[in-house]
């Protein structure tokens, strides 16, 4: 018998809606605060909308088994766990943890032998900013703060800056840059860190983390694979699954986060590190408590079993009850669903994935949802993922190409205005994953 499932904010995750309910579970989505003039652009097979009002009364009749929420502590979710419903969330204090880099030192640095702490600092004037810049000698990566006033546009979104940084002095003065108008704001200034930038993922219950976690590789510059120069989100990624009990440095870790999250909720956790191979070196950057993206486009894809179940044992503090069934391997293509402008002399357009800037007023909704099939790609607000999964971890180039010549087939037969994407996803994989190894002690198998 399927669950009865209440999901939040739909829109960030049809591809879930519509896992859970070709799962026969019963999903109701909550309403959406619609900008003016916007309609509903979503709704996944037999469910229906409810108001947060509705959702309460029928956690008190018991008509609810799960609560699954995206954003922090929204104040919905916790209303609930005064019901005893299991919800998959984490709430602000976990937030207050992920933001405060001292607590993140804290934690790891002086408990797990080998990983250190990034340095990092948040400015919130940009007269401090403009005086910090001007005074360093050093690469530095520049990105809005969490929770930030000022939102930069998406292709602001990081930044990396040299000495003597006078392009970045502009970059965040300018208009619609990482201050408004009115000089509000936020941006956090990191050391620029040689190396493989590295995700850790696994499933937290609360008290404990699940027995398997994954290792994702991002590819995040929208025209190249320099690993350098403006930034503009995931275009792509890499992922692997692993046994904890194989692999010490990484179960370590988790233990660590463990102890720090206990009572803040349950959900994904990401360990974002930094992996230098030629010093052997494990630099925490940052940790994350949110549902990313595009990872959970390939965590959906590579769960065996009843993801919908797998969620509700989690919010229950029931983790690792079962054990989870993953296939090995998955590579994800971003397609992105609007045009972009060709590059003189380009040739191959779908290597150059646009980049979306912000508009004031501008709504998401309705969104531009395209199935293809039910488990291997769902179109999301701003783009689509073409997944290949495998049951085996790469170790040869053949098997690499293989699977980006599956996703690569599958992006082309989206049928989106414009789709455009990067074709080399994945070409340093076995790489990455032969620095986590080095670095992390990573077993493959």
């Known amino acids: 018998m399927g669950l009865r499932i209440v999901v939040s904010d739909a829109g960030y995750y049809p591809s879930l809606v519509d896992r859970l309910v070709s799962e026969g579970h019963t999903v109701h989505l909550t309403m959406p605060n619609l900008p003016p003039g916007a309609t509903l652009g979503y709704l996944p097979g037999d469910g229906t909308y409810m108001t947060d009002e509705q959702v309460v009364l029928a956690a008190v009749a018991n008509s609810i088994d799960l609560y699954v929420g995206f954003e922090l502590g929204d104040t919905l979710g916790t209303t609930l ?16 943890l992920e933001t405060n880099r001292a607590l993140g030192a804290a934690f790891i640095q002086h408990r797990v032998s080998g990983v250190r702490v990034a340095k990092a600092q948040t400015f919130d004037s940009l007269p401090e900013v403009k005086k910090f810049l001007a005074g360093s000698k050093s690469k530095l990566v520049v990105k809005p703060a969490p929770n930030s006033v000022g939102q930069a546009d998406n292709d602001l979104r990081c930044h990396f800056s040299t000495p003597p940084h006078r392009n970045t002095l502009a970059l965040v003065a300018e208009d619609g840059g990482y201050f408004d108008e009115d000089g509000q704001g936020s941006v956090r200034i990191e050391e620029f860190l040689p190396g493989v930038e590295t995700c850790v993922g696994c499933m937290f219950d609360g008290t404990k983390f699940d027995t398997v976690f994954y290792i994702c590789h991002e590819h995040k510059d929208a025209q190249n694979d320099s690993r350098s120069g403006v930034l503009t989100g995931e275009v792509g990624s890499t992922l692997t699954w692993h046994h904890r009990v194989q692999n010490p440095v990484v179960d370590a870790l988790l233990d660590e986060v463990a102890q720090s999250l206990k009572g803040t909720g349950a959900g994904f956790i990401d360990l974002n ?48 009850t079962v054990v989870a069934d993953y296939a090995k391997a998955a590579l994800g293509i971003v397609v992105y669903p609007y045009g972009y402008p060709l590059v003189p002399g380009n040739e191959k357009p779908q290597q150059y994935p646009p980049c979306f800037k912000k ?24 783009y689509a993922v073409a997944v290949a999964v495998a049951d085996t971890i790469p170790n040869t180039e053949e098997q690499v190409l293989m699977l980006q010549a599956r996703a690569t087939a599958l992006a082309a037969r989206m049928d989106i205005p414009g789709n455009t994407w990067r074709d080399d996803i994945g070409s340093h994989w076995l790489d990455d994953l032969e620095t986590a190894r080095i670095c992390l002690g990573l077993n493959r198998g």
């Open 81 to 96: 766990r005064m019901f005893d419903l299991p919800v998959l969330m984490h709430d602000e204090s976990a937030f207050r």
């Open 273 to 320: 590190l930094m992996l230098d191979p030629k010093r052997k070196t494990v630099t925490l950057i940052e940790w994350t408590v949110r549902w990313g993206r595009p990872t959970m486009e390939l965590v959906l894809a590579t769960y065996m079993g009843d993801f919908g179940a797998y969620l509700h044992r989690a919010a229950a503090g029931k983790i690792g």
């Open 359 to 382: 508009t004031k007023g501008a709504a998401l909704y309705p969104l531009t949802c395209v199935r293809l099939t039910p488990t291997t790609y769902i179109a999301q607000d701003r």
